[in-house]
């Protein structure tokens, strides 16, 4: 079965400043997706960024970038110039290919605090 | 973006009634539902997963004749607490995704349920 593991269970960055988020994945599967989602106080989940393991190609979405690892199994996520709304607990995810029916699981999560 | 909208966003109810929660897609169609429990400054557990006009999927250790999961059609899944006692207290989460294989995972708003 696949795992997603975060080691770090807090997190603080100063304001403008960058941070990275560890994520660790364990599958025997080739073709799958990663995800970063943002949870913020209001409990709404919010899609970061997402990566297909065929591409090797990192993902970029404006402040946020992920450092995807395939042999490592590693996956993660770099924000830069940290806002103060960034605060937020972040869940890595992972996803198989190989159905359009599997499920989501999620990390532990990493509670992310942004200090002024 | 797609939307999924989630009713109610919170419930009080007695030990021993149930409980309805819904779960919409607005604007998609939803072939495949997910629904996730979440525990204060924890991770997202997947309680069980529901294809529309399947009988839904549960994950080890759900009880599925207490938590009854329809999922009649493309844009709505159901799940029920049944005889709810003050241990069921806690934030559910519905997501959903069309048919694609690449499609992300949209979610709702969740819903904060307190038995007393």
């Known amino acids: 079965a696949q795992t997603v593991t975060q080691s770090q269970p807090e997190m603080s960055v100063q304001e403008a400043e960058t941070v990275t988020l560890s994520c660790t994945y364990d599958t025997s599967e080739s073709d799958y997706y990663l995800f970063w989602y943002k949870q913020p106080p209001s409990r709404q989940m919010i899609l970061v960024i997402r990566q297909e393991a065929y591409k090797q190609q990192n993902a970029t979405e404006n402040r946020f970038s992920v450092n995807f690892q395939k042999a490592a199994k590693s996956f993660s996520l770099k924000i830069s110039d940290s806002q103060l709304g960034d605060a937020a607990m972040y869940f890595c995810a992972y996803r198989s290919a190989l159905t359009s029916y599997d499920k989501v699981i999620f990390g532990p999560g990493t509670s992310l605090s942004v200090i002024p | 973006g797609a939307v999924v909208s989630q009713h109610p966003s919170w419930v009080i109810c007695k030990s021993g009634t149930s409980v309805k929660i819904e779960c919409r897609s607005l604007d998609f169609q939803a072939t495949t539902m997910f629904w996730y429990r979440q525990f204060p400054k924890q991770s997202l557990m997947l309680m069980a997963t529901?294809?529309?006009?399947?009988?839904?999927?549960?994950e080890q250790g759900v009880e599925k004749d207490k938590f009854l999961i329809n999922h009649a059609s493309l844009t709505l899944s159901t799940l029920t607490v049944t005889s709810a006692h003050p241990e069921d207290s806690s934030f559910y989460i519905c997501s959903a995704r069309d048919r694609w294989a690449n499609s992300p995972l949209h979610f709702g708003n969740g819903t904060r349920l307190t038995v007393t």
């Open positions: 529901s294809n529309e006009g399947s009988k839904a999927t549960y």
